[in-house]
């Protein structure tokens, strides 16, 4: 599936019904437009943590801005749009990473780690990066997304909860349990 990351509209367009569907309101397109434009980025890196390649990341968030435009009609607070996209997005990842085989080895990091102070640092930066992507994808599902969405996406504790169906103490249990993990495994490794 081709990404149109930097034509948001074509996005909206791409989710138009065909000529038997009913046709979505005029203020739809500009509205999901406008969020796309502000919160793609967000989502995507989200979806990206979660899957580990940019590619599917971008097309399972795309999938979740053509989602909300069909759905837009029936939205009954369009407050609730941006959570209903994270929501979107977090279960396309759950999908996509369910459809994957467990041969399938994880893709690199996204792109270069930054201005780093000598070629040594910029190299242990990426190591280190890696290192912690690896063991981040070695959590169980839960635990991952409880940890992206409390810390990389700085969501409090009930936003969490809501985007992942479950309460807030689950949320704080599931995110102590992942610092933890996370703590052995990269003490092992070291």
């Known amino acids: 599936m ?9 996005v909206t367009r791409a989710a138009v019904p065909g000529p038997a569907a009913r046709p979505a309101p005029a203020s739809a397109e500009g509205a999901v ?4 434009q502000a919160h793609a980025l967000g989502m995507i890196r989200l979806a990206h943590i979660m899957l580990g390649d940019r590619q599917s990341a971008e097309d399972v968030v795309q999938e979740a801005f053509c989602g909300l435009y069909r759905r837009w009609p029936h939205l009954s607070d369009p407050a609730s749009a941006v959570p209903y996209v994270r929501s979107a997005v977090l279960n396309r990842c759950r999908s996509v990473l369910r459809r994957r085989t467990v041969a399938q080895a994880p893709r690199g990091p996204a792109g270069p780690a930054g201005a780093a102070a000598s070629a040594e640092s910029a190299v242990l930066t990426t190591e280190e990066r890696q290192e912690i992507m690896r063991a981040v994808r070695r959590l169980p599902q ?3 997304e409880a940890l992206v969405l409390r810390f990389y996406l700085d969501l409090s504790a009930e936003e969490t909860a809501s985007t992942m169906g479950i309460s807030p103490g689950s949320v704080r249990s599931a995110t102590h349990r992942a610092l933890a993990a996370l703590g052995r495994m990269l003490e092992e490794q070291s």
């Open 2 to 10: 081709e990404s149109h990351l930097t034509e948001p509209a074509a």
């Open 33 to 36: 437009t406008e969020l796309y």
């Open 142 to 144: 839960r635990q991952r």
